[in-house]
């Protein structure tokens, strides 16, 4: 990715804001369940970050200021595991970001999640037996949620991935002007 920001702090602070913005809209009034920006902004954040360690620890910060508000749960270990793993294969995004790359690496990262939180659901929250048709039950009634949740990805990853195109972009006509 050419260098078109003025400083590396500067490239830095922005990428960081949009992140926390981003983790901010989760404290929004009225929204869908489960319609989060949280996978991503730690796609975008892996994608982004030069270093793999602000990649996975922007986006956590970022999510625990948030829940900071929203209210802590027991599940948020595996909610930040989940962040840190997205994060991580964000990084594979790298210099090659195109929007069909982005949209199926959201929707690996929705599934992902999904996958991963509903059994962590199903094991220990006590609302479904440990059977195979409990497990079926759990993901099947957790499916409108991940409904609004590849919604949140796709519309998310649009709006962080456009926006720092858009400011690319800008940069980089004001650097050549």
Known sequence: MPQVFRS?????????ALVVVA???????GRPPNFSPIEAMAL????????RYV???????????SDAVIGFHSGMWVVYGCMALIALAGTRLGGRISALR???????????????????????????????AGLVECYVAAIPFFRNQIAG???YSAVL?????LLQRRAAA???A
């Open 23 to 29: 983790a901010l809209t989760r404290l929004l009034p």
């Open 161 to 165: 991935f456009g926006a720092h195109a």
């Open 102 to 132: 982005v949209a199926g690496y959201g929707f690996g990262a929705a599934l992902f999640f999904f996958v991963v939180t509903n059994f962590v659901v199903w094991t220990g929250s006590g609302m479904y037996p440990l059977t195979s």
């Open 174 to 176: 004001g650097a050549t």
């Open 44 to 51: 975008f954040a892996g994608a982004v970050f030069a270093s």
């Open 8 to 16: 590396d702090r500067a490239r830095l602070v922005l990428l960081v």
């Open 55 to 65: 990649a996975v620890l922007v986006p956590l910060a970022a999510m625990l200021i």
């Open 153 to 155: 990805v796709l519309v």
